[in-house]
């Protein structure tokens, strides 16, 4: 094994209550049907299954469900592609033109370039004359030669090596170069190279012919349709309003061919195995240590000009503080990563690709629970204050520890602030429905997505108290290098009456 986690973590907060609090609310915000969530930190595990494999009602989602992974695939065509050069079988820099002459400029490209997504070859699946073939046969069985040349086709989007796009053309040439080499379907590659050794069991590249999922699994649904929603995966706001409304329902998906997607796309797989796979994948014994080294220090943002943008590597993203991947098409949505730091493996998988506003379903939940895990359990309301406080006082150290404090005339209303620490990466997230979020920055720095309020003044209701200098934020994301501590709290909305609403309920 290449890197060891830390030999002491951090213990994280497997408070199921809470965990289950944030899930429930993310699949109800999205229209989500059902979900499967992985927790483990060493022998803490926390593995439930939420919701119904059907929109609207059926049989509950369980633990054992296949899903379609998405992009997760890309990682196993990666580690496919490492161990090959491992084993001498290719280079690095070799360039995709000594195995695949049919793509222009392919003698500038490299293999390097394909993995971490910086060839400059037009993505195929981004084409709205290719997404709506897919709507017009769901169950074409696509060839990835087909598939590579409608991207080689297209102009590239710059140069090799001056950008970043992500692109499946690129991950589909991997998994012909990795039949060619050695003569053998990409799907035993991946069998006999990871599967079987790691004892995945349930995990599987489908045949191109074959567009089933093995049983148990649940259906997977789509807003809207494949062309409309190349572009964008937001829905018009008149549908976004019927659809959380429960008036339009989202279309079956389940077994449209996942083959357009093969080598970048079409894998199937478990919670369980997911997390066997991850943590094989970051923590070691895949590849040798000098490349296991490599691979985890290629990441890279993907703004060139943005030191603190995500970041991409050779086939492996960093997810928040999650090292790992993450996974959509047309009916299901999946993330999976393990931080090396605290030993924290996170699978995320759902059965709706996108919510009625574009927002892909595992991200959130996996961006929501984040914050949440990495929040210390033992933190609790030291100091109750029954006037109002500055956020100027909590920031500065006039407080040592999260306060308690009541607000308004005599409503008796309190305000509980809480500790958290988001890592680099990570966002608070919208956690509580009814209200936002008031953070006061303790160490660090956070971004917002929303406008901060003139002066930096929360104004809870016309002639209630305020809490000065405390910023509002619908959400707020750490994109520096270390941890935010923040000091939170959840508030309701300004035309809702301060005295009716309990707003502890939403402070965890």
């Not at 789509?222 to 549908?239: F, K, M, Y």
Request: with cysteine; glycine share 10%; net charge negative.
């Amino acid at each position: 094994m290449a890197r060891a986690t830390n030999s002491s973590p951090p213990t994280l907060n497997f408070d199921a209550a809470a965990i289950d609090e944030a899930v429930e609310g993310v699949l109800a915000q999205t229209t989500t049907p059902g979900a499967v969530v992985l927790l483990r930190q060493g022998d803490t595990e926390y593995l439930q299954a939420y919701g119904t494999r059907q929109y609207g009602g059926g049989a509950a989602v369980t633990v054992g469900d296949h899903f379609r992974i998405g992009s997760n695939t890309k990682t196993m065509t990666g580690t496919v592609i490492l161990q090959l050069v491992d084993e001498g079988e290719l280079a690095l820099d070799d360039p995709v033109s000594d195995f695949v002459p049919e793509v222009p400029n392919g003698e500038n490209i490299t293999i390097t370039q394909l993995l971490n997504m910086r060839s400059g070859l037009h993505n195929y699946s981004e084409l709205v004359s290719f997404n709506r073939m897919l709507d017009e046969d769901p169950q074409r069985a696509w060839q990835p030669e087909e598939l590579v040349a409608m991207g080689v086709a297209e102009e590239p989007y710059f140069a090799p090596g001056n950008g970043f796009h992500y692109s499946n053309t690129n991950t589909v040439l991997l998994g012909m170069i990795i039949e060619q080499i050695t003569g053998n379907s990409a799907a035993d590659e991946f069998r006999t190279r990871i599967f079987e050794p790691l004892g995945l069991d349930d995990t599987l590249l489908p045949a191109l012919d074959d567009p089933s999922l093995p049983e148990p699994h649940p259906q997977g649904y789509l807003w809207g349709t494949n062309e409309s929603t190349a572009l964008d995966a937001v829905l018009p706001a008149d549908e976004q309003e019927a659809a959380l409304a429960g008036e339009i329902e989202p279309n079956d998906v389940t077994e449209a061919n996942p083959s357009w997607g093969w080598t970048a796309g079409a894998g199937i797989s478990t919670a369980g195995d997911l997390a066997t796979y991850v943590e094989a994948m970051i923590g070691g014994g895949l590849l040798s240590d000098e490349l296991q080294d490599l691979r985890l220090d290629s990441l890279e943002p993907v703004e060139d000009d943005n030191p603190q943008a995500a970041q991409y590597g050779l086939a492996i993203a960093r997810l928040g503080p999650l090292l790992g991947h993450d996974g959509s098409l047309p009916g299901f949505q999946s993330v999976m990563g393990h931080d090396p730091d605290t030993g924290l493996t996170m699978i995320v998988l759902t059965n709706l690709q996108a919510a009625p506003d574009g927002q892909q379903t595992a991200n959130l939940l996996a961006q929501t629970l984040i914050p949440v895990l990495y929040t210390d359990p033992a933190t609790t309301p030291a100091t109750t204050i029954d006037e109002p406080v500055t956020a100027t006082d909590l920031a500065a150290g006039e407080y040592d520890e999260p306060v308690e404090i009541s607000v308004g005339d005599g409503d008796g209303v309190q305000v509980v602030f809480r500790e958290i620490v988001l890592p680099p990466g990570s966002r608070t997230g919208e956690h509580c429905h009814h209200g936002q979020l008031v953070a006061v920055v303790k160490q660090g720095e956070l971004t917002h997505y929303a406008p901060v309020y003139p002066d930096g003044v929360r104004v809870y209701q016309e002639g209630d108290a305020i809490i000065e200098g405390a910023d509002y934020v619908h959400e707020g994301v750490n994109e520096g290098t270390e941890d935010v501590v923040l000091w939170v709290t959840y508030i309701i909305e300004a035309d809702e009456p301060l005295a009716e609403t309990d707003l502890t309920r939403c402070a965890d």
